[in-house]
């Protein structure tokens, strides 16, 4: 059983103004998070995004359909019996959300206070969530005292404090430039790996997807338009839409003004290999490419690392007889995806 199961869940809100015909914002949408996953969930504004992460810990009920978390139906459940499910849900947001008025000890203890966790477990805990986030020297300064990073590893640390199995984490970089970005992505690596916490994380960047997430879910309209394995989603995407965040850190076939700029300069054919896992399949195409007497040369392209994988597309603009290349072509498919750009 996954640990967070959602079962063709519709979710419609009623109107903002009146006249206004209610659009669902989630449209029959399932999704499995397997225990333990750093899980994706990628979408333009308005996409859905955080209306599906909020029916996990229940801060919304959906219109029709089931969330069980952990085994338990949390869209059924009474309002006063859901403390103790959300004790075991941690919660990052993209403006931090912490107490102004209260210390970044006193932000992270609130949680602990919250659950009548006594004073000497909840001190010794605090402590220990200083060290791990890296705030120690920090425990008594005021959030307004913080930069954008030290604000959210507080988030971070205070969405752990009642060790909690899941954590939703809903555009926790967003507010964040791009070097800070990446440290609290490698925190949150760090629970996932260290203490073993599911994560849910919601973005609309390409690229904290293929840092951090195991799987991922792409979201359009209400809908997921497709799930899959990071490297796979990265290295082959199907839906338009993904496609189009997939464009967004990968170059691939060129098109646009990309391909128009390369036809100025290369008069010739203009061809995309490309590779997923290894180089051996790239060694046959240049081996071919050269035994046939084929000039080339690499114009557009790149080699991408995702989940510790790599893939790639290269796109060479070819010198030579047509019927030689014709057939060195498709001697390479075999190998590799050609596609024949121009
Ligand atoms: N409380 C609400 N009342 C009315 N409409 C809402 C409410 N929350 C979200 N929506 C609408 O639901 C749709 C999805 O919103 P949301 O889940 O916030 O998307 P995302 O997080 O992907 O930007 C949007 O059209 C939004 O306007
Ligand atoms: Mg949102």
Redesign the pocket.
């Given at each position: 059983m996954p640990i967070i199961r959602i079962t063709d869940v519709t979710k419609v809100?009623?109107p903002?103004s009146r006249g206004e015909a209610p659009?669902p914002?989630l449209d029959g949408v399932s999704l499995d998070v397997e225990k333990g996953d750093i899980f994706g969930i990628i979408?333009?504004?308005?996409?859905?995004?955080?209306?599906?992460v909020r029916l996990i810990n229940a801060l919304e009920k959906p219109t029709s359909g089931t969330v069980v978390v952990d085994g338990i139906e949390v869209s059924s459940l009474a309002e006063g019996k859901l403390g103790k499910v959300r004790l075991g849900i941690g919660m990052v947001f993209q403006q931090f959300n912490l107490f102004t008025s209260r210390t970044v000890w006193g932000n992270i203890e609130y949680p602990l206070r919250v659950a009548g966790v006594p004073k000497e477990q909840y001190q010794a805990r605090v402590s220990e969530l200083l060290h791990f986030v890296g705030l120690v020297d920090q425990a008594h300064a005021y959030p307004d005292q913080l930069s954008g990073g030290q604000k959210q590893r507080v988030g971070i640390a205070r969405a752990l404090a009642t060790s909690p199995a899941i954590l939703l984490a809903d555009e926790a970089t967003s507010a964040l430039d791009p070097e800070t970005t990446r440290e609290v992505l490698a925190l949150l690596k760090r629970v996932n790996e260290e203490f073993g916490v599911t994560i849910v994380v919601?973005t609309h960047e390409m690229e904290v997807i293929r840092s951090i997430a195991h799987k991922v879910a792409v979201?359009e309209n209400?809908r997921i338009v497709e799930r899959g394995d990071v490297f796979d989603i990265f290295s082959a995407p199907v839906a338009e839409a993904t496609k189009r965040f997939v464009s967004t850190i990968v170059t691939s076939v060129p098109d646009g003004v990309s391909l128009e700029a390369l036809r100025v300069r290369h008069p010739g054919r203009i061809v995309t290999f490309s590779f997923a896992d290894g180089s051996t399949s790239q060694s046959a195409v240049f081996l071919t490419l050269g035994a046939a007497g084929i000039g080339f040369e690499l114009v557009y392209g790149g080699i991408n690392e995702v989940q510790a994988r790599t893939f790639g597309h290269l796109t060479l603009a070819l010198t030579g007889d047509d019927a030689v290349v014709d057939a060195a072509l498709d001697e390479i498919r075999s190998v590799a995806e050609v596609t024949e750009v121009a």
């Amino acid at each position: 059983m996954p640990i967070i199961r959602i079962t063709d869940v519709t979710k419609v809100f009623p109107p903002r103004s009146r006249g206004e015909a209610p659009a669902p914002a989630l449209d029959g949408v399932s999704l499995d998070v397997e225990k333990g996953d750093i899980f994706g969930i990628i979408g333009y504004s308005g996409a859905g995004k955080s209306t599906l992460v909020r029916l996990i810990n229940a801060l919304e009920k959906p219109t029709s359909g089931t969330v069980v978390v952990d085994g338990i139906e949390v869209s059924s459940l009474a309002e006063g019996k859901l403390g103790k499910v959300r004790l075991g849900i941690g919660m990052v947001f993209q403006q931090f959300n912490l107490f102004t008025s209260r210390t970044v000890w006193g932000n992270i203890e609130y949680p602990l206070r919250v659950a009548g966790v006594p004073k000497e477990q909840y001190q010794a805990r605090v402590s220990e969530l200083l060290h791990f986030v890296g705030l120690v020297d920090q425990a008594h300064a005021y959030p307004d005292q913080l930069s954008g990073g030290q604000k959210q590893r507080v988030g971070i640390a205070r969405a752990l404090a009642t060790s909690p199995a899941i954590l939703l984490a809903d555009e926790a970089t967003s507010a964040l430039d791009p070097e800070t970005t990446r440290e609290v992505l490698a925190l949150l690596k760090r629970v996932n790996e260290e203490f073993g916490v599911t994560i849910v994380v919601i973005t609309h960047e390409m690229e904290v997807i293929r840092s951090i997430a195991h799987k991922v879910a792409v979201m359009e309209n209400g809908r997921i338009v497709e799930r899959g394995d990071v490297f796979d989603i990265f290295s082959a995407p199907v839906a338009e839409a993904t496609k189009r965040f997939v464009s967004t850190i990968v170059t691939s076939v060129p098109d646009g003004v990309s391909l128009e700029a390369l036809r100025v300069r290369h008069p010739g054919r203009i061809v995309t290999f490309s590779f997923a896992d290894g180089s051996t399949s790239q060694s046959a195409v240049f081996l071919t490419l050269g035994a046939a007497g084929i000039g080339f040369e690499l114009v557009y392209g790149g080699i991408n690392e995702v989940q510790a994988r790599t893939f790639g597309h290269l796109t060479l603009a070819l010198t030579g007889d047509d019927a030689v290349v014709d057939a060195a072509l498709d001697e390479i498919r075999s190998v590799a995806e050609v596609t024949e750009v121009a």
